[in-house]
T-cell receptor
Framework: QKEVEQNSGPLSVPEGAIASLNCTYS??????FFWYRQYSGKSPELIMS????GDKEDGRFTAQLNKASQYVSLLIRDSQPSDSATYLC???????????FGSGTRLSIRP | EAGVAQSPRYKIIEKRQSVAFWCNPI?????LYWYQQILGQGPKLLIQ????????DSQLPKDRFSAERLKGVDSTLKIQPAKLEDSAVYLC????????????????FGPGTRLTVL
């Protein structure tokens, strides 16, 4: 079992719709959770971090964390073509602070 | 605020040659990370420094890879000798804290160095 699992996609979503990206992790002691966006040929860019159960909203992005189910998700509202990228889920255990990345989900927003 | 700087951006070498990458973290960031990202995969941590000490190098192939962070600021990653499977993007990241016991360790990445080994 991989430490951080994501569906590789591609996930195709029409422009203006909600894109839902999901991630599961295996370490129950994980404390920090991150979503990075990576455009082709570019480096990862931090878009959301979440540390406690529930929802965290930032503009069109909402991160959701459920530690009991070991599940973290990212919702993108009003999807735009510029949101087309690979989204990396990353998880960190507080005592080690090493971040483990998933393999990413490719998101494509179709006009 | 300036971001993480890396050089070179691209490097092409032949197998068995050596190569070095340089990273300058965001000012004030104590923790520096080197990652290897192979196409289609997420970044894999090679080494993590806290100031100029090594926190984690468990996935660094020490027979050919080495890294140092002198004076707790800039860092270099070296590969000697390179193999074909080392072809990847090498990413440097930094975070303000990221020490043992800390949970707020948001990392910010540099532009990366794309290495091709022929």
């Amino acid at each position: 079992q991989k430490e951080v699992e994501q569906n590789s996609g591609p996930l195709s979503v029409p422009e203006g719709a909600i894109a839902s990206l999901n991630c599961t992790y295996s370490d129950r002691g994980s404390q920090s959770f991150f979503w990075y966006r990576q455009y082709s040929g570019k480096s990862p860019e931090l878009i959301m971090s979440i540390y406690s159960n529930g929802d965290k909203e930032d503009g069109r992005f909402t991160a959701q964390l459920n530690k009991a189910s070991q599940y973290v998700s990212l919702l993108i509202r009003d999807s735009q073509p510029s949101d087309s990228a690979t989204y990396l889920c990353a998880v960190s255990h507080s005592s080690a602070s090493k971040i483990i990345f998933g393999s990413g989900t490719r998101l494509s927003i179709r006009p | 605020e300036a971001g993480v700087a890396q050089s070179p951006r691209y490097k092409i070498i032949e197998k068995r040659q050596s190569v070095a990458f340089w990273c300058n973290p965001i000012s004030g960031h104590a923790t520096l990370y080197w990652y290897q990202q192979i196409l289609g995969q997420g970044p894999k941590l090679l080494i993590q420094f806290q100031n100029n000490g090594v926190v984690d190098d468990s996935q660094l192939p020490k027979d050919r890879f080495s890294a140092e962070r002198l004076k707790g600021v800039d860092s270099t990653l070296k590969i000697q000798p390179a193999k074909l499977e080392d072809s990847a993007v090498y990413l440097c990241a930094s975070s303000y804290s990221g020490g043992v016991g800390e949970i707020y360790n948001e990392q910010f990445f540099g532009p990366g160095t794309r290495l091709t080994v022929l």
